[in-house]
């Protein structure tokens, strides 16, 4: 049980956060040992969120953590987002243990002693060797952690809910991992990244994102692939175990993951490894503790999109971003690329952001991860355009609940749904179409309106980017073999029907008395008159017909061909 060698990163181009790489996993005939003294100590009983911490803080996920904090880094931390010596860290690491069993442990213990912290099924988990002992408060954490003491905030709920009222501080030393199920074959703790990036692929860059609840979607897609044009590779790390349970289920959300990353990324420089954490609920904070995680695994970037670690409405849009403005980039030690947020921009045919895309919501589709959770609930895909087929599929199995309610409702009420992800709906009566006559409040959409609007991003999404290339490419090929027949066709037939129209007008205004003997049966000449000037403006307004002859004046070369292909100088043969 050591600390990863500093010595081994000498020439990697990342270092781990605070110069070492924390390995306290025992092995091989410490851990026997240690597994059985761990049987003769004190027993605190951990939950499964505390067991899931202690396995992050062993494998260097946290480093350079090497246990719970003591009062004055914890405090430190909390006031000033940084331990005690200076270095950035955002988030207290602390062991409150709670329980009228652990209540009468923990006060038998004093500075200086060993407990063991065993799981839920009363198995040695690790050893804390306690050098702290504080009084914890749980509303001085709530308010400098999250911004508010409210127990709405899920964070501060869980504070009240899972922490005692004293705190244990000191290293720890984990006697056995826990087997992951379904996730335990993608698993990759820190020490296996930095071999596989820089070791093995020869790396000299790497990106990593974590992302929270939602399946893989396009606004995803976008964030990756923008970085995998400059960064050797990329490290994706859904977050797995602790969540909300109307989520999509982890296991889906990684087969997801899977299946778009073997169709749709490159081979080789895109790994997948599930990140096992504790949602700590703290918003901006959140999203800096995300960035040296993503800086323990080797990866010298981090993608932050527009509202990572976000909780609702308690925080700014952009919070998330604007925190990274608190600190000196060298002292962070990560380049920290920050993403708005991502849309479909059907008029550009592309996935944009508001800082590249000049178009408003008419043609937009919104990537809302809400959104797209509640289309899968409702048992619909969702458009192509923001979630891949491979990856809606399989989240669809996975969403929970499922289905509607007695009354035709889901989680989130259906107006809600519809405005988070087709906002052109509620003023527009299709995507990129006319304004209604009166736009749909949210509270008037119903099931039908979520159903047309798939119906129609489905027909139109990808139509007015084609209608606009089939006009654009109607005037512009000179070569007019790529250009349908039939269209030409009805041009011409549309020319000589109207044609028609205006030579028998032209009889009929000839005829037309001045005056009309019944107005209700016959026309006078004016408005004969009138009809035929119609006409002839319709004529002038049907499209050109088009031929190879009418684009012989856009084509000429004042040298042969011969010329260009070669010597600029004539030969010998063209001269004579």
């Given at each position: 049980m050591t600390n990863t060698d500093t010595n081994r990163f000498a020439d990697y181009p990342q270092q781990p956060h605070g110069g070492k790489l924390i390995d306290k996993v025992l092995t091989g005939k410490e851990q026997e040992e240690e597994l059985v003294r761990a049987k003769q100590l004190p027993t605190i009983m951990v939950d499964m969120e505390a067991v899931i911490t202690l396995e992050m803080i062993a494998t260097g996920v946290l480093s350079p953590n090497e246990g719970f904090m003591n009062e004055i880094d914890y405090k430190s931390v909390l006031t000033k987002g940084r331990l005690d010596n200076g270095l950035i860290w955002p988030a207290p690491l602390s062991f409150a243990p709670i329980g009228n069993r652990n209540k009468e442990v923990v006060q038998t213990l004093?500075?200086?002693?060993?407990?063991?912290?065993?799981?839920?099924?009363?198995?040695?988990?690790?050893?804390?060797?306690?050098?702290?002992?504080?009084?914890?408060?749980?509303?001085?954490?709530?308010?400098?952690?999250?911004?508010t003491t409210d127990r709405n905030h899920p964070g501060v709920d869980a504070v009240f809910r899972r922490m005692g009222d004293i705190a244990l501080g000191g290293p720890i030393k984990l006697l056995q991992r826990v087997d992951w199920g379904p996730f335990e074959k993608l698993r990759l703790e820190p020490k296996d990244t930095w071999h596989d990036f820089y070791e093995v692929k020869k790396f000299r860059s790497t990106a990593g994102f974590i992302t929270g609840a939602n399946p893989l979607h396009r606004g995803h897609e976008y964030i990756h692939k923008n970085a995998l044009e400059e960064i050797d590779g990329l490290l994706l790390q859904p977050l797995v175990e602790m969540a909300k349970r109307e989520y999509t289920r982890h296991e889906f959300r990684m087969l997801s993951y899977r299946a778009v990353l073997d169709t749709y990324y490159p081979k080789g420089r895109s790994i997948l490894a599930p990140l096992r954490v504790t949602y700590i609920f703290a918003g901006p904070r959140e999203t800096v503790l995300h960035a040296l995680i993503m800086k323990n695994y080797g990866c010298t970037h981090a993608l932050i999109g527009r509202d990572h670690a976000g909780i609702g409405d308690y925080y700014d849009k952009y919070a998330s971003h604007s925190i990274f403005d608190e600190f000196d980039p060298v002292e962070l030690g990560i380049d920290v690329r920050l993403y708005h947020e991502v849309f479909y921009c059907t008029r550009c045919d592309s996935p944009a952001t508001g800082q590249s895309c000049p178009h408003d919501e008419r043609f937009r589709i919104n990537i809302s991860g809400t959104g797209i959770r509640e289309l899968l609930r409702h048992g619909i895909m969702p458009p192509k355009e923001?979630?891949?087929?491979?990856?809606?599929?399989?989240?669809?199995?996975?969403?929970?609940?499922?289905?509607?309610?007695?009354?035709?409702?889901?989680?989130?009420?259906?107006?809600?749904?519809?405005?988070?992800?087709?906002?052109?709906?509620?003023?527009?009566?299709?995507?990129?179409?006319?304004?209604?006559?009166?736009?749909?409040?949210?509270?008037?959409?119903?099931?039908?309106?979520?159903?047309?609007?798939?119906?129609?991003?489905?027909?139109?999404?990808?139509?007015?980017?084609?209608?606009?290339?089939?006009?654009?490419?109607?005037?512009?090929?000179?070569?007019?073999?790529?250009?349908?027949?039939?269209?030409?066709?009805?041009?011409?037939?549309?020319?000589?029907?109207?044609?028609?129209?205006?030579?028998?007008?032209?009889?009929?205004?000839?005829?037309?008395?001045?005056?009309?003997?019944?107005?209700?049966?016959?026309?006078?000449?004016?408005?004969?008159?009138?009809?035929?000037?119609?006409?002839?403006?319709?004529?002038?307004?049907?499209?050109?017909?088009?031929?190879?002859?009418?684009?012989?004046?856009?084509?000429?070369?004042?040298?042969?061909?011969?010329?260009?292909?070669?010597?600029?100088?004539?030969?010998?043969?063209?001269q004579k």
């Open positions: 004093s500075v200086g002693d060993e407990v063991t912290l065993a799981d839920e099924k009363n198995n040695p988990v690790a050893i804390l060797l306690i050098e702290d002992i504080f009084e914890y408060d749980k509303d001085y954490r709530a308010s400098h952690l999250f911004g923001i979630v891949r087929p491979e990856s809606a599929r399989i989240a669809m199995q996975g969403v929970q609940p499922k289905g509607l309610d007695e009354s035709g409702n889901a989680i989130l009420p259906v107006g809600k749904t519809i405005k988070s992800i087709f906002p052109f709906y509620l003023e527009r009566t299709r995507l990129g179409g006319g304004k209604r006559l009166t736009p749909i409040t949210v509270e008037e959409l119903t099931n039908q309106d979520l159903e047309a609007a798939n119906l129609d991003v489905r027909s139109n999404a990808d139509r007015i980017y084609k209608d606009i290339f089939d006009e654009y490419t109607s005037v512009g090929d000179t070569n007019r073999n790529l250009q349908p027949e039939w269209i030409t066709d009805a041009r011409e037939s549309l020319q000589t029907q109207q044609q028609m129209v205006i030579q028998d007008l032209e009889e009929k205004v000839d005829q037309a008395p001045a005056t009309a003997s019944d107005e209700f049966m016959y026309q006078d000449k004016e408005e004969s008159q009138h009809e035929l000037e119609v006409a002839k403006r319709i004529l002038t307004e049907i499209p050109k017909v088009l031929h190879s002859e009418d684009f012989q004046s856009r084509t000429w070369n004042i040298l042969p061909y011969k010329r260009y292909r070669g010597s600029d100088e004539p030969s010998e043969n063209n």
